[in-house]
């Protein structure tokens, strides 16, 4: 498979500043070799497929190809959500008045502003997220997804545990959308309160009394002061009054689709660091000792622990923020196609959300399924796929992790056990597949 090229756009949710260059990253040394590598994932077999004349991705103008790649990817459209703030490389089409749409599913986000390029991250490599462009301008069969570096600036940094992956930020942006970098910004995440969420990005779906920063920008004065109207923009259901939101699939920025979005944001990175962690720690202990590494030595096992409570800790919600006292509500269509995507069993999935007090009904994240969560280290998921059946079938709690009731464990258990292979195999004491 031939590498894709590079080109100067990817699917950036960040702003970041300008940084001085520096040393060769670890994703970069060996093993690991990710800016070199060659891409192995959904995104670089349908280009296989296009190049061979097998596919096409139709569609005159970049809306109808969004459409069709949506449709490629099975991401539904209801997971649409918006910013409006010019912090991604393609900020200079990105305005109040023309706000740049995310949309993703367990293994892919896929982004575009109207008069852009399309951006994608794929999460099914197993050399991590890669990140793709697609130009909807070119004619139908000369369409192809360029490889990018160049969002690594941002999107490989401490924020994203140093390696390639995503974030999310809130900032204070002008009515044009330039963020006003003097007042700071914030990096969002499951433990962010409602607060402090979604500067810069269009919300809608109700959340009540509860207050965030989106569908708002700062207000200038003649004489130069700045105010953030806090009150503004809350419990927004119609976002017609913003902009022409024909321009888009869809008329919403669903408040779930949002809190959700970074979720799965967290275990992506998470799992992405464990991985790439892994092969380099790996590849160092071979070099020191000959090419022999022992995985049951107290060095390799402090190293797999750490990876895998790391891992644990998200999936199980460890920080998640508590939902406000009227809880959340948001698109019907959103919540359908989402809880639709996964197994289930009995009625029951990790997708069945409760939208009060929490998030999801049950607290073992979904992304449990996920391609990410299937290519890890077998000695790392071995470990995380144990530690979660001694939590959810032992009375005794872990202090580590948050207080689940016996019937909240026992409905884990049983919904994992029938809709898990690698869980199931750890259950009945045999090796994961």
């Known amino acids: 498979m031939a590498k894709a090229a590079t080109t100067a756009t990817a699917l950036c949710l960040a702003v970041c500043p300008t940084v001085l260059a520096q040393s060769t990253p670890d994703y970069d040394l060996a093993p690991v070799h990710y800016s070199t590598s060659q891409d192995d994932n959904t995104i670089t077999r349908l280009q296989q497929a296009m190049d061979n004349q097998e596919r096409v991705l139709p569609g ?62 794929a999460c099914d490599d197993p050399k991590g997220m890669m990140f793709y462009s697609l130009n909807p301008n070119r004619p139908v069969k000369k369409r192809k997804f360029i490889r990018s570096q160049e969002c690594m600036t941002c999107h490989a940094s401490r924020h994203t545990s140093g390696v390639p992956g995503l974030l999310v930020r809130s900032v ?33 779906g109700n959340h009540g009394k509860s207050m965030h920063r989106g569908n708002k920008w700062v207000s200038s004065s003649d004489t130069g002061q ?37 979720h799965q944001i967290e275990v992506h990175n998470t799992l992405s660091a464990a991985t790439m962690g892994y092969a380099r720690h790996v590849y160092l202990g071979k070099a020191i000792n000959e090419g022999e590494y022992d995985l049951s030595s107290a060095v390799a096992r402090k190293m797999i622990d750490g990876y895998a409570d790391s891992i ?69 998921k071995t470990r995380v796929l144990t530690q979660v059946h001694q939590l959810v079938t032992d009375k005794k709690q872990d202090a580590r992790f948050p207080r689940l009731s016996s019937r909240e464990k026992s409905r884990i258990h049983t919904i994992l056990f029938h809709t898990h292979p690698a869980y199931r195999h750890v259950a009945v004491g045999q090796p994961t597949p």
């Open 60 to 121: 005159q103008t970049g809306k109808q190809a969004l459409n069709a790649l949506l449709a490629e990817l099975h991401i539904p459209v209801s997971s649409q959500t918006l910013v409006f703030s010019k912090t991604s490389l393609q900020r200079e089409f990105i305005s109040p008045t023309n706000p740049r749409a995310v949309y993703f599913n367990r293994d892919f986000y896929v982004g575009y502003v109207p008069g852009g390029v399309i951006e994608v991250i």
């Open 172 to 204: 204070f942006p002008e009515k044009n959308g330039q963020p006003l970098l003097a007042w700071g910004t914030s990096l969002t995440t499951t433990a962010s309160p409602l607060s402090e969420r979604w500067g810069g990005w269009y919300v809608t």
């Open 226 to 262: 700045h105010s953030f109207p806090k009150s503004r923009g809350q419990n927004v259901t119609d976002l017609s009054a913003y902009f022409d939101t024909q321009k888009h699939l869809t008329d919403t920025s669903d408040i779930l689709a949002l809190m959700v979005m970074e």
């Open 312 to 380: 644990l800790k998200v999936l199980l919600f460890t920080h998640e923020m508590k939902l406000p006292e009227d809880g959340i509500d948001g698109s019907e269509a959103f919540q359908q196609a989402f809880s639709q995507q996964g197994p289930r069993h009995a009625g029951h999935s990790l997708r069945d959300l409760r939208l009060e007090k929490r998030l999801f009904k049950y607290r073992c994240s979904y992304m449990i399924y996920s391609k990410s969560f299937e290519m890890l280290p077998d000695p790392i």
